[in-house]
């Protein structure tokens, strides 16, 4: 079983996608004018900074502040992934040590943490202006590691991004790409993950790394609606 658990937020614990079109949709418009902003690759990039995003895709930094004042104006448009809460609680008690990779800022990340109760969950938190180098960079791993006096092969990444992916392998560690995010499984596929999750209950068993058996899983996690 893997003992060090570090999740992506935005895609793997949350559906914010909503939020984030919304957010995308009214800064363009404010800073750009007409036009239609490029989601797909918004999204391909997910992970990094939005400060590194928008350099990417040419767009003007003065979206940055627009873009997260919107995001926080409808915090209440979030929903947590079926599954999630009950997932962070049992792995919790079962020992393990969760923790979070976000592309997101500190301030909103830990502002929707506590707006649903997810805080308790994560002995540690990193977000990408707590780093120089945000993913798929392998700084942030590695600083959660250190503090959770990490092991590589008893870590694994959790995420729905191709940044995800490319952060674990950069770090040397297993990762678990889950399809229920903003990218599709082919293509996350296409990045060798080191497993593919289409359900929580895959999530659960790849985080057992198998060597429990199913049963046993799905008595410890009953309580997870998948």
Not at 41 to 66: H, T, W, Y
Not at 152 to 162: H, P, R, S
Not at 192 to 211: E, H, S, W
Request: net charge negative.
């Amino acid at each position: 079983m893997f003992k060090n658990i570090i999740f992506d937020f935005d895609g793997v614990i949350i559906n914010s996608h909503d939020v984030q079109v919304k957010a995308l949709t009214e800064s363009y418009k404010v800073v750009c004018g007409n036009g239609t902003p490029p989601y797909d690759d918004f999204f391909r990039l997910s992970g990094d900074s939005l400060k590194n995003i928008f350099e990417q895709l040419n767009l003007p930094q003065a979206m940055v502040p627009i873009y997260q004042q919107i995001s926080r104006d409808n915090i209440d448009l979030i929903k947590i992934h079926v599954g999630m809460s009950e997932l962070l609680r049992k792995l919790n008690e079962s020992g393990c040590k969760c923790a979070l990779c976000t592309g997101k800022d500190r301030s909103r990340t830990i502002e929707i943490l506590q707006y649903y109760n997810l805080e308790k969950y994560f002995m540690s938190i990193v977000c990408s202006d707590d780093v120089q180098n945000p993913k798929p960079h392998p700084e942030s791993l590695l600083y959660i590691m250190k503090k959770l006096n990490a092991l590589k092969d008893n870590t694994i990444m959790v995420g729905d991004g191709i940044n995800d992916i490319l952060a674990a392998k950069n770090t040397g560690i297993k990762s678990i790409a889950v399809t229920w995010g903003d990218i599709p499984g082919d293509i996350l596929v296409d990045y060798k993950p080191t497993y593919v999750a289409n359900t929580v209950f895959d999530l659960m068993t790849q985080i057992y790394d198998g060597r429990e058996s199913n049963e046993q899983i799905k008595y410890e996690f009953s309580a997870i609606q998948i």
